[in-house]
C-alpha cells in the first residue's frame, strides 16, 4: 500500500538528547513537510523540501535540522538546543506541480522528560 | 512568508445549526485553500479545495466553502451540522509548496 510510514509513534528522551524522527514515503511524491502540533496552535511548519538535496526552513526551524538525501526520506532532528521539544510531530508529503494537497503519516508523539 | 488566520478558536452549536468557519489568508501570489477536519483520536483528512474556476467549492459531508480573492478568504459552511461533526477544522493555504495551516477551530456541536 502506498503511503507515510513515520517511527517511532512514541519516544520518550531526557533533556539534551538529540533525537530524530523518521519518514518514509512510497507515494513518489517530491515534496515532503514537517510540521509539529500543539494545542490551540494547529500545524506549525518546521521544515519542508521539494526535491531532493534541497530543504527550506518553515516558520519554527530552530533547534530543528533535516535531510533530504533520498526522494522518499527526510528525517527530522530535534537538537538540545530545542526549548520546548514535547509535542506532536506530523510529516506529510505531495506531489509538486500539482494542486498541492497533502498527504499525512500518523505522527510521532515526543516527550522529554 | 504566507500565513493564515482563523478567526474561531471555539465553536458550539446545537444540530440543525448553520456553520460558518472563518479563514482568511495573506499571499502575494497565486494559492490553492484547503480545509482539512481531524476529528477526535483521529488523523486530519481533506474536507476540500480550491484551485481555480468556481469559487464555490463542494466536499464531503455536506460542506462547502467560497473563496473569495478580494478579501483573501476562503470560509467553510455547512447549512446544518450533525453531532458527528464534532472535530477540529483547519485552513490550509499553498503558495509556493509551502502549505500553512491557521491555528484550528474547535467546533462542538450538541445533540
Known amino acids: 500500500d502506498g503511503g507515510i510510514t513515520q517511527s517511532p509513534k512514541y519516544l520518550f528522551r531526557k533533556e539534551g538528547q538529540n533525537v530524530t524522527l523518521s519518514c518514509e514515503q512510497n507515494l513518489n511524491h517530491d515534496a515532503m513537510y514537517w510540521y509539529r502540533q500543539d494545542p490551540g496552535q494547529g500545524l506549525r511548519l518546521i521544515y519542508y523540501?521539494?526535491?531532493?538535496?534541497?530543504?527550506q526552513k518553515g516558520d519554527i526551524a530552530e533547534g530543528y535540522s533535516v535531510s533530504r538525501e533520498k526522494k522518499e526520506s527526510f528525517p527530522l532532528t530535534v537538537t538540545s538546543a530545542q526549548k520546548n521539544p514535547t509535542a506532536f510531530y506530523l510529516c506529510?508529503?505531495?506531489?509538486?506541480?500539482?494542486?498541492?494537497?497533502?498527504?499525512f503519516g500518523e505522527g510521532s508523539r515526543l516527550t522529554v522528560l | 512568508a504566507q500565513s493564515v488566520s482563523q478567526h474561531n478558536h471555539h465553536v458550539i452549536l446545537s444540530e440543525a445549526a448553520s456553520l460558518e468557519l472563518g479563514c482568511n489568508y495573506s499571499y502575494g501570489g497565486t494559492v490553492n485553500l484547503f480545509w482539512y477536519v481531524q476529528y477526535p483520536g483521529q488523523h486530519l483528512q481533506l474536507l476540500l479545495k480550491?484551485?481555480?474556476?468556481?469559487?464555490l467549492v463542494k466536499g464531503i459531508k455536506g460542506f462547502e466553502a467560497e473563496f473569495i480573492k478580494s478579501k483573501f478568504s476562503f470560509n467553510l459552511r455547512k447549512p446544518s451540522v450533525q453531532w458527528s461533526d464534532t472535530a477540529e477544522y483547519f485552513c490550509a493555504v499553498n503558495g509556493d509548496n509551502d502549505m500553512r495551516f491557521g491555528a484550528g477551530t474547535r467546533l462542538t456541536v450538541k445533540p
Open positions: 523540501s521539494q526535491i531532493v538535496n534541497d530543504f
Open positions: 506529510a508529503s505531495a506531489r509538486t506541480g500539482s494542486t498541492g494537497e497533502l498527504f
Open positions: 480550491y484551485f481555480s474556476g468556481d469559487p
